[in-house]
Every structure is written in C-alpha cells, then in structure tokens.
C-alpha cells in the first residue's frame, strides 16, 4: 500500500539515488554517531547505515513503522525512534553528527535545538533555499538576520547545493538546498536573545531597536559603535558576527 504523504508533518521525500549518494557524501560522517531527523520511507537511512557507526533515527509518523523497522532490523547499526525529534530532551553525550530533510515550519525550531546540543559537532541540512541563503548570508544584505547571526557565531555555514522541486515526491512549491554546519564554538541563551533584540525591527537603527528593547543609554552605546568603525545610524543587518558580541559584552558593563 503506498505511503498517504501528510501535510501536517511537512512530507516530501526524496527519491533521487545520486542525490541521497551526494547528501551522503557531503556529510562526511564515515564511521562516525549520527542523528537522522525524519527518515521517512528510508531512502537516506539506507546509505547513511553504510557510512556511519551509529544512526539513530527520529521519525514522527508511526504509519512509516512496518518499512523503518524491516529496515532496522537489517541493520545492527541503526536504531529507528518513533518521537518528535523536537520532544526529545537528552540526547547522548558522544560527539554526534545530525543530518536530516527538514520541514520549513519546523527549520527554525530545530536549529535553535542544535545551536543548544554542544556535542552536535555537524550538521548536515535539506532546507528551503531562501531559507539556506539566510543562513549562510553577510552583512550587509537583505538574508542577513538574527538567526544568520547566531548560527555563524557557532558553526562555520556552507551552502553546498540546489535541489530542484522536481526531484521530491509529493513536488513542493519551492526548491530547497543542502547546507552544512561544522561547529566552531557555543553561545549562551542570553547573547541569543540580545541579538533578536538587535533585529527587533528591521527597519529601525540599532540604537532604537536597543533602546526600545533594553533601555540602553544611546549615547554611551553610539560612542562605542564609533569605536567599532560604525555610525550612530547604523542598522543590524550592517553589523559583522563578532560586533554582536563585543556589543553585548559592553550592554553588560
């Protein structure tokens, strides 16, 4: 009986065997721990249990059971999971990869996961394309936001490749992208919700947007900006990754 693809969760697999193989590939995860968001129907988790040493698979739809779990039981190396990946709070220790086709409503929620999981060393992305441009995007141009900001803090992002719509079943209305996170360091929670505040309106000067969020004082804020090389109308999408958090140290003084 053929699978009944549902909207909820965001469903569109990949068929396309050269382009699981390059996924797979680009990855880089021989012999390494690697955690798979929504298998699906399996058509990555079979080349991935190639590669790595351990798979541990998140899967929400259970109508999927019967096909992951005769895959699993061909493989001593995965271990299929029937949770929402998002509902999960511990996750093993061991330095992990985590690779995955990831629904556009639940992007955001889930990289905001992995910038929290330290030993989440790579990530290895299917996403919308506009979505994998924002994330890989500089300042200066109109990609570049808050998550940009904290994802690069954290991870060197590199846009590998466009997937056409085509090569999905059911066709989405958008063409994705694979993009890879190599992590470089860790940041705290509350350096994140400064620079959401940064980008509280785009529109706005940082010093407004601050202001109106944090109480800052404009003047001694101003002068320091002056000291980094900007103006005093300066906006957030025109600051580089590090200023952030030679700013927040300074709002913390």
Same mark, same amino acid.
């Given at each position: 009986?053929?699978?009944?693809?549902?909207?909820?969760?965001?469903?569109?697999?990949?068929?396309?065997?050269?382009?699981?193989?390059?996924?797979?590939?680009?990855?880089?995860?021989?012999?390494?721990?690697?955690?798979?968001?929504?298998?699906?129907?399996?058509?990555?988790?079979?080349?991935?249990?190639?590669?790595?040493?351990?798979?541990?698979?998140?899967?929400?739809?259970?109508?999927?059971?019967?096909?992951?779990?005769?895959?699993?039981?061909?493989?001593?190396?995965?271990?299929?999971?029937?949770?929402?990946?998002?509902?999960?709070?511990?996750?093993?220790?061991?330095?992990?990869?985590?690779?995955?086709?990831?629904?556009?409503?639940?992007?955001?929620?889930?990289?905001?996961?992995?910038?929290?999981?330290?030993?989440?060393?790579?990530?290895?992305?299917?996403?919308?394309?506009?979505?994998?441009?924002?994330?890989?995007?500089?300042?200066?141009?109109?990609?570049?936001?808050?998550?940009?900001?904290? #994802? +690069?803090?954290? !991870?060197?992002?590199? /846009?590998?490749? &466009?997937? @056409?719509?085509?090569?999905?079943?059911?066709?989405?209305?958008?063409?994705?992208?694979?993009?890879?996170?190599?992590?470089?360091?860790?940041?705290?929670?509350?350096?994140?919700?400064?620079?959401?505040?940064?980008?509280?309106?785009?529109?706005?000067?940082?010093?407004?947007?601050?202001?109106?969020?944090?109480?800052?004082?404009?003047?001694?804020?101003?002068?320091?900006?002056?000291?980094?090389?900007?103006?005093?109308?300066?906006?957030?999408?025109?600051? #580089? +990754?590090?200023? !952030?958090?030679?700013? /927040?140290?300074? &709002?913390? @003084?």
């Amino acid at each position: 009986m053929a699978h009944q693809f549902k909207k909820r969760f965001g469903q569109n697999f990949l068929r396309d065997e050269n382009l699981l193989k390059k996924i797979v590939s680009t990855a880089q995860i021989k012999n390494q721990h690697v955690i798979e968001i929504g298998p699906g129907e399996g058509g990555l988790t079979k080349y991935l249990v190639k590669e790595a040493a351990t798979i541990k698979a998140y899967e929400i739809d259970e109508s999927l059971k019967h096909t992951l779990e005769e895959l699993e039981s061909t493989n001593p190396n995965l271990e299929v999971i029937f949770k929402d990946f998002l509902s999960v709070e511990n996750f093993d220790s061991k330095d992990t990869n985590i690779i995955g086709n990831i629904p556009y409503n639940i992007t955001s929620p889930i990289l905001f996961k992995v910038l929290d999981i330290e030993h989440i060393t790579s990530a290895t992305f299917m996403v919308q394309k506009e979505f994998a441009e924002r994330l890989s995007a500089q300042p200066n141009s109109k990609a570049y936001n808050a998550l940009s900001v904290m #994802i +690069q803090l954290s !991870f060197d992002v590199t /846009y590998a490749f &466009t997937v @056409t719509k085509k090569v999905f079943y059911p066709i989405p209305k958008v063409d994705s992208a694979v993009i890879t996170l190599k992590r470089t360091g860790s940041q705290n929670k509350d350096l994140h919700a400064f620079i959401k505040d940064c980008f509280q309106q785009k529109r706005k000067t940082l010093l407004n947007n601050l202001f109106e969020t944090r109480a800052i004082n404009k003047s001694q804020t101003a002068s320091f900006l002056e000291e980094l090389g900007y103006s005093s109308q300066v906006r957030a999408e025109q600051i #580089i +990754q590090k200023d !952030f958090i030679k700013l /927040y140290s300074k &709002t913390l @003084t």
